[in-house]
């Protein structure tokens, strides 16, 4: 079975600050894996997602994203936060193997960014 | 630009009562599924289907009911409602299963059983 953990309910950063928000994940074989936000009352919305190649992914908004296999990890950054950045963050996660497999989802992290 | 529509953005069903939450998307996507959210347990999946005439369970299908009779059109039925299933409600699509592409989502049905 696959999972993801994402350890922290809330991040607090200053503007201006780089903000990092935290993603394991477990899977059998090799992952797909992304990260979508998700603002007041809307439905989630793609930010970035690692397929192959480059473990550093960049995405919308400034965002990246760093695989690390060795730590199952996919961590969310950017070098500089913005008030407008608070929303809801969910890592996710797909087994790469052939066929329509599931997506499986964090709990999420809600990002505050305090002016 | 439509991309995923769902209707009704929000109802209030008393429980026993029985209703059909809609979910289209007009980009021909192979992959509909539906999930609910609710606080502190992210996002899980209820039923999803690969094609028109193809579903399947996802982690917590009891309750509800889905049929796929084209390729736009992914209902989402709840059969005799239960406060349980009070939720946010989500439709989310993707290409076919060669794509390694991401979801798209509706903006949500809220879904309150008294």
């Known amino acids: 079975a696959q999972s993801v953990a994402q350890p922290e309910d809330q991040v607090n950063v200053a503007e201006g600050n780089p903000l990092t928000v935290k993603c394991t994940y477990s899977?059998?074989?090799?992952?797909?894996l992304f990260w979508y936000v998700q603002y007041p009352n809307r439905g989630l919305q793609f930010l970035l997602k690692?397929?192959?190649?480059?473990?550093l992914v960049k995405g919308s908004y400034g965002f990246e994203a760093e695989f690390n296999k060795s730590q199952t990890s996919f961590h969310l950054k950017k070098p500089s936060a913005l008030v407008s950045d608070s929303a809801l963050y969910f890592c996710?996660?797909?087994?790469?193997?052939?066929?329509?497999?599931?997506?499986?989802f964090g709990t999420g992290t809600k990002l505050q960014v305090i002016p | 630009n439509a991309g995923v529509t769902q209707t009704p953005k929000f109802q209030v069903l008393k429980t026993g009562q029985s209703m059909t939450l809609q979910c289209a998307q007009d980009?021909?996507?192979?992959?509909m599924s539906w999930y609910r959210q609710d606080p502190g347990m992210g996002l899980r999946l209820i039923h999803y289907?690969?094609?028109?005439?193809?579903?399947d369970q996802g982690e917590v299908p009891n309750g509800y009911n889905v049929s796929r009779s084209t390729t736009e059109d992914f209902p989402l039925r709840l059969l005799s409602a239960a406060p349980s299933q009070t939720s946010v409600y989500f439709c989310?699509?993707?290409?076919?299963?060669?794509?390694?592409?991401?979801?798209?989502f509706g903006e949500g049905s809220r879904l309150t059983v008294l």
């Open positions: 996710a996660v797909r087994d790469r193997g052939g066929g329509y497999q599931k997506v499986t």
């Open positions: 980009m021909n996507h192979e992959y």
């Open positions: 989310a699509s993707r290409p076919g299963q060669s794509n390694t592409g991401e979801l798209f």
């Open positions: 690692y397929i192959t190649g480059d473990n």
């Open positions: 899977v059998s074989g090799n992952p797909y």
């Open positions: 289907s690969v094609g028109a005439g193809i579903t």
